[in-house]
């Protein structure tokens, strides 16, 4: 599923034609712009809605759902195992203000322009950023936000 960009000129980097497949309990990290400045945040389980579209939850008060909805220009890493390492660029949008059964958070969507690959030669990423739930019920509320992102993706849940 990947290609190699270009003819070896220090610009030139690996691509995924379509995104590749992730865990559902992943961590991500998603980059808005602020002032012509990145800003990362983590966002956890975004969902792969085909090989052009990430859908995530943000939660409404959050600055990049202000940043992107400013300027749609974002970037998600994702870092993860089965050596799972890229960044997808693209443009993103609301697409479900609220998000249903979750009023305090909107569905975003992130239309993929393009799909760095960042897997190395030299080593394999067997993990990613994990955790141990305190809250029982924030994660109960994370899969009903998750299945909620599945129906928009066209999955069944």
Known sequence: MSKTIGGGSPGDH?????????????VAVLATVDEGRPHAIP???????????????????RGSLARLREDPR???LVLTERDTAFTAH???????????????YVAV???????DDHRQAA????????RSWLDEGEQ??????????????????
């Open 14 to 26: 690996a691509a995924f034609d379509a995104l590749p497949e992730w865990p559902q309990r992943t």
């Open 43 to 61: 966002v956890s389980a975004p969902v792969r809605a085909g090989g052009r579209r990430i859908l995530l939850g943000l939660h409404r008060d």
């Open 90 to 104: 693209g443009r993103a949008r609301v697409i479900a203000d609220p998000l249903a059964g979750a009023p305090d």
């Open 123 to 130: 080593f394999r990423v067997t993990g990613g950023v994990d």
């Open 109 to 115: 969507e992130i239309a993929v322009d393009a799909v």
């Open 140 to 157: 109960r509320a994370l899969g009903a936000r998750v299945g909620e992102l599945r129906k928009l993706a066209g999955e069944k849940s």
């Open 74 to 76: 974002v970037a998600v």
